[in-house]
């Protein structure tokens, strides 16, 4: 016996948590069986407006908790890894969305792999390989 399952997937490419957060329609549809995997932060994190980016994700789990969430945290940034002061906004960023998002029990949060092996020659961006790897 085999599961049908329908995926769906949204991008916004340079989007911001607020946009991602307050376009998704399809989310209304979602039950408790469902999965809706979250994924932004970024954009915040590198105009030092991580604050701002986290005051959409209380707001959003709290509006969706018929359904199951998985937040994936913030990843770490090769190309700046000459500027800790980077590095120390993310694993910020991080720390406070886990704390954020702890009391809920319909979310999970996913914490991003730091091995360079999984990033492009970029290093911002998971290759075939890194995003294999979240998937499973």
Do not use: Q
């Not at 399952?5 to 549809?29: M, W």
């Not at 994700?57 to 969706?64: G, H």
């Not at 998002?101 to 991003?112: A, N, V």
């Not at 360079?116 to 499973?136: A, K, P």
């Amino acid at each position: 016996m085999t599961d049908k399952s329908e995926v769906i997937g949204y991008t916004k490419p340079g989007g911001n948590t607020e946009s991602l957060a307050s376009t998704i329609n399809d989310i209304l549809n979602l039950s408790n069986k469902d999965v809706l995997i979250f994924w932004g932060g970024t954009k915040a994190v590198s105009k030092n407006t991580s604050n701002n980016g986290l005051k959409y994700f209380t707001p959003f789990v709290k509006n969706y908790n018929h359904t199951n969430i998985i937040l994936l945290t913030v990843p770490h940034w090769y190309y700046l890894h000459a500027f800790p002061c980077v590095t120390k906004k993310v694993k910020n960023f991080n720390r406070k969305l886990m704390k954020y998002m702890k009391p809920d029990t319909h979310i999970s949060i996913l914490e991003m792999y730091h091995n360079r092996e999984y990033f492009t020659s970029y290093g911002l961006h998971l290759n075939g390989l890194g995003r294999e790897v979240i998937c499973n």
